[in-house]
């Protein structure tokens, strides 16, 4: 594959000729443009080298912005998620901005996020995705839920809006790219897919030396996606299911889970939630005597966020201690960007989430990059460009399947696991990673 040319943590930025400078970006104060010509330091590909370029550009004030869509949760009950997704994602944006603004074709443009409510229904997601087809966004980045982007993508898909999917998991949304690619050739992923997230239980249950377990989810279409991969993978290796239960979205009680837990016993529990119905689950799991000695995991979910888990541990001590979850990366270096990145972040947020603030930041910078290299808005001309991608980012080496998916393979983009202990996080697995063997609970 082509590299394409990267710039996603460091440059440095030489202005030549600067007539003003309006909000970090730089801008000529007249109507007239003036000529800029632009250094930036840009890594390439996964091993760290590093090259210059050079470009003279055209900076004017009446320069169109450029607008890119964003879809993620400001209502229901993974706005924690969505505002980690917008963090990210933002941090792209700022520093794009402050290095000079999104440069290609002979002018430099800011860049803004057009912000929009993924919610926890469908209608509110076909609600916001037509908002952004009137606001002419060049591209969609987000969507945190499956049924969400099989919900709007047939008006996307006709107005050939490019989606870089960073949390929606269904592998069918990403195999209709094999199927009808004239269709669907705008659709691709930059976070992991339900097989992926299904891969890190079935690790978890084989570093644990499972014999059996049982795995309880949200009844959304993704989780079951999930389950039915996790049951794939466990039945090759003749680790038993002992059942899969899906539980009412709004579900508050799960008595009758533990219970079921209880007298199974099986050798691991395995989890898949998005927001608080996974924090009432896991509080009444750990909160009775004989389940909370049962390990636990969770495929992806909100577990990653360090405030999530100090706030589960203060309103019930233990909660959240020794529950681990497979994740899109965490502050680990999945590439030369990785601990960079966290660092920046860290000093704004207090806590780094690969998973969702660097996979998102990932995914501005991808679709910042694919029009820089094609000089172009065109969605075509952005599609090719896209499916050559070989990035260094934040959440590893991005490289695109011919499905579009980002490739889910040691070298590129791996999900370790991690693990919570009295409100410390340590990762587990894989042994390259890993900072400490698992500890089962007490």
Same mark, same amino acid.
């Given at each position: 594959m082509k590299s394409a040319v990267?710039?996603?943590?460091?440059?440095?930025?030489?202005?030549?000729?600067?007539?003003?400078?309006?909000?970090?970006?730089?801008?000529?104060?007249?109507?007239?443009?003036?000529?800029?010509?632009?250094?930036?330091?840009?890594?390439q590909g996964g091993g760290g080298a590093t090259s210059t370029v050079t470009n003279t550009v055209t900076a004017a004030s009446q320069a169109a912005e450029i607008k890119i869509g964003f879809i993620t949760s400001l209502t229901g009950v993974a706005t924690d998620v969505g505002k980690q997704m917008i963090q990210g994602a933002q941090y792209a944006v700022d520093q794009i901005n402050n290095g000079g603004g999104l440069c290609y074709a002979g002018s430099c443009h800011k860049v803004s996020l057009d912000i929009v409510d993924n919610g926890d229904t469908t209608d509110i997601a076909v609600v916001s995705a037509n908002k952004l087809l009137q606001d002419q966004v060049v591209g969609v980045i987000g969507f945190l839920y499956t049924g969400s982007v099989f919900a709007t993508q047939t008006a996307l898909m006709s107005h050939k809006v490019p989606i870089l999917m960073t949390s929606a998991s269904a592998v069918q949304l990403t195999n209709q790219v094999l199927t009808n690619y004239s269709q669907f050739k705008y659709m691709f992923r930059v976070g992991s897919n339900d097989s992926g997230l299904a891969y890190t239980g079935f690790s978890f249950l084989q570093l644990i030396n499972a014999k059996s377990f049982y795995a309880i989810a949200e009844d959304f279409q993704y989780a079951h996606y999930e389950m039915g991969f996790l049951g794939n993978f466990t039945k090759s290796a003749n680790i038993q299911s002992l059942g899969v239960d899906f539980t009412p979205f709004s579900a508050t009680d799960y008595s009758s889970e533990i219970l079921k837990i209880v007298n199974l016993h099986p050798s691991a529990v395995v989890g898949s939630f998005s927001g608080d119905n996974g924090f009432a689950f896991l509080k009444q799991y750990k909160a009775d005597p004989v389940a909370s000695h049962i390990p636990i995991m969770f495929l992806g979910g909100p577990w990653g966020s360090k405030s999530t888990i100090d706030t589960l541990n203060s309103a019930q001590p233990g909660s959240a201690d020794y529950i681990v979850d497979g994740t899109l990366g965490w502050n680990i270096p999945l590439t030369k960007l990785t601990s960079p990145f966290c660092q920046a972040i860290e000093k704004t947020f207090s806590f780094c989430n690969i998973g969702t603030q660097g996979v998102n930041y990932d995914a501005v910078q991808v679709l910042t990059n694919?029009?820089?290299?094609?000089?172009?808005?065109?969605?075509?001309?952005?599609?090719?460009?896209? =499916?050559?991608?070989?990035?260094?980012?934040?959440?590893?080496?991005?490289?695109?399947? /011919?499905?579009?998916?980002?490739?889910?393979? *040691?070298?590129?983009?791996?999900?370790?696991?991690? =693990?919570?202990?009295?409100?410390?996080?340590?990762?587990?697995?894989?042994?390259?990673? /890993?900072?400490?063997?698992?500890?089962?609970? *007490?």
């Open positions: 990267s710039n996603i943590v460091t440059a440095a930025i030489v202005i030549v000729v600067l007539v003003g400078s309006v909000a970090g970006t730089y801008y000529a104060t007249s109507g007239q443009a003036q000529t800029v010509t632009i250094r930036s330091t840009i890594t694919a029009i820089r290299t094609a000089g172009t808005t065109d969605p075509d001309a952005l599609v090719k460009v896209l =499916e050559q991608t070989d990035l260094a980012g934040a959440s590893g080496r991005l490289v695109f399947t /011919a499905a579009h998916q980002v490739l889910l393979a *040691p070298g590129f983009t791996q999900l370790p696991l991690i =693990e919570w202990i009295k409100g410390s996080v340590y990762v587990i697995y894989p042994p390259n990673f /890993a900072q400490q063997a698992y500890v089962r609970p *007490p």
